[in-house]
């Protein structure tokens, strides 16, 4: 297949009202994309929205904000029906959701357990659900998981637990709709400097995770910065269409298989 352009491309992001999200529709709008739908979760996210929206109008593409609780299976259908209604189809979908919860197993409430399977395993296997039906031929689908999948530490049994089966999810997805052309992949960051991280986390633990990585000293905090993961998401959903089925650990050497 030929060089892969985002000129004409539909893109819906789920959480791209700010962080990395904001960042991949902002990126993807200035490569060309011809519209970008930015889902974003609550009243709490919506000016940030709205300025994600201003700045992929200011960098030539159209887009629309739609809000949705993606933890109930009918919105997250809606989602994608409503960017087909507004744009005649979707060609690419990211997912960047995500809830950290890190607590001692003896302290997890079944509350955090439901929260964080919510909205890390079934919204994102209700998201790929609805790719795979509304995607266009050739489409590209993208989730956020953890690198954390890879790491043996205390505290963080319930977040890459739940985040854990999206990598099943993306394999079993991408041998059903590679038929029609469409890869899944997943991208598992480091511990990203933005407040998603620094609400759960110590000093001292901020400290040993911007120590922890091979490349550390090379980053401006010693964690993942957003600006590295924004670009492999371009390149999954352009000229990497041949990766499908994987989950890429961008992480500077936090954590390996």
């Known amino acids: 297949m030929s060089k892969q352009s985002l000129n004409g491309k539909v893109v819906l992001i789920v959480g791209g009202a700010k962080n990395l999200g904001g960042l991949v529709a902002r990126d993807l709008a200035a490569s060309g994309a ?39 299976p009918a919105n997250v259908a809606q989602l994608f029906e409503q960017a087909i209604q507004a744009f005649g189809k979707v060609d690419i979908a990211v997912n960047t959701a995500g809830l950290v919860i890190k607590k001692p197993i003896a302290e997890v409430t079944e509350a955090d357990y439901d929260s964080s399977f ?111 993961i924004a670009p492999i998401v371009k390149f999954l959903v352009t000229d990497g269409w041949w990766i499908t089925g994987q989950t890429l650990f961008a992480n500077g050497g936090y954590t390996t298989r």
């Open 34 to 72: 011809a519209a970008i739908v930015v889902h974003y979760n609550s009243d709490a996210t919506r000016a940030a929205a709205e300025e994600t929206l201003k700045a992929v109008n200011a960098a030539g593409a159209q887009a629309i904000a739609i809000q949705g609780d993606l933890t109930q």
């Open 118 to 228: 919510d909205i890390n395993s079934k919204a994102a296997f209700f998201f790929i659900q609805q790719a795979g039906k509304h995607l266009a031929d050739n489409g590209r689908i993208v989730s956020i998981v953890s690198s954390l999948l890879a790491a043996y530490t205390p505290f963080y049994a319930v977040y890459p637990g739940s985040k854990a089966p999206v990598e099943h999810f993306t394999r079993a997805a991408s041998k059903e709709f590679g038929e029609r052309g469409i890869s899944v992949n997943a991208i598992g960051p480091g511990p990203m400097d933005t407040p998603f991280f620094y609400g759960q986390e110590s000093k001292e633990a901020v400290e040993y995770h911007s120590s922890a990585a091979a490349l550390s000293k090379f980053s401006k905090t010693g964690l993942t910065d957003i600006e590295d």
